[in-house]
């Protein structure tokens, strides 16, 4: 069972372009949505995340957008380079107990930005 | 340099012979997590470790065995590998009550025939 869905599976986006990469969620207990960036032969990194109580987060280029009451949230990526081209994945946690917390992916966008 | 270790980063082996993917971080992280990335599927978890000797069932544990007698190592054990293992694996670490910055390594792909 998806506890995360991501869309779309690929993205082919000219350069200068704006990238946009959307996940949808059901679990109301998750509170902590990042996303991760993978370069070929990398292993994913950190690339941006925000709390629930805020609607936008921008950092540079990227910002994300969350919609708690749709229970969506998504990536945009401005003025795309090539040197973004790469798998993105959402993920959202959910605290267990205490300070146990589990991250659960969506299933990753590979995005690959055209000269 | 702040890192996390895999080894080996490629392995190609047969069904049934024992292999351990060893992985160690320098930042004197609590957690330490594996998974699998599949086409399609995404990044599952497989096992996670809060800590020394605490270890617990990610979401696709069947297969696998891990230990966690150091606070810096935590490798993976496939006791008798099948060729629906065959996957990219990554560990993966984090300072406790840290909200969802894991660092990853650099994956080890495993191809079992």
């Known amino acids: 069972q998806q506890q995360v869905k991501q869309s779309p599976q690929s993205l082919i986006v000219q350069k200068g372009g704006i990238s946009i990469i959307n996940c949808a969620y059901e679990n109301t207990a998750f509170d902590y949505f990042p996303w991760y960036q993978q370069f070929p032969g990398k292993g994913p990194a950190l690339l941006i995340a925000?709390?629930?109580?805020?609607s936008e987060k921008k950092e540079g280029r990227f910002t994300i957008s969350f919609n708690k009451s749709a229970k969506q949230f998504s990536l945009h990526i401005m003025d795309s380079q090539p040197g973004d081209s790469a798998t993105y994945f959402c993920a959202a946690r959910a605290t267990i107990t205490g300070t146990a917390s589990k991250l659960t992916f969506g299933t990753g966008t590979r995005l690959q930005v055209t000269l | 340099e702040a890192q996390v270790t895999q080894n080996p980063r490629y392995l190609i082996t047969v069904t049934g012979k024992k292999l351990t993917v060893t992985c160690s971080q320098n930042m004197n992280h609590e957690y330490m997590s594996w998974y699998r990335q599949d086409p399609g599927l995404g990044l599952r978890q497989i096992y996670y470790s809060m800590n020394v000797e605490v270890t617990d069932k990610g979401d696709v544990p069947e297969g696998y065995k891990v230990s966690r007698k150091e606070k810096r190592n935590f490798p993976l054990i496939l006791e008798s590998p099948s060729p629906n293992q065959t996957s990219l694996y990554f560990c993966?670490?984090?300072?406790?009550?840290?909200?969802?910055?894991?660092?990853f390594g650099e994956g080890s792909r495993l191809t079992v025939l």
């Open positions: 925000i709390r629930p109580d805020v």
């Open positions: 993966a670490s984090r300072r406790q009550g840290v909200t969802g910055e894991l660092f």
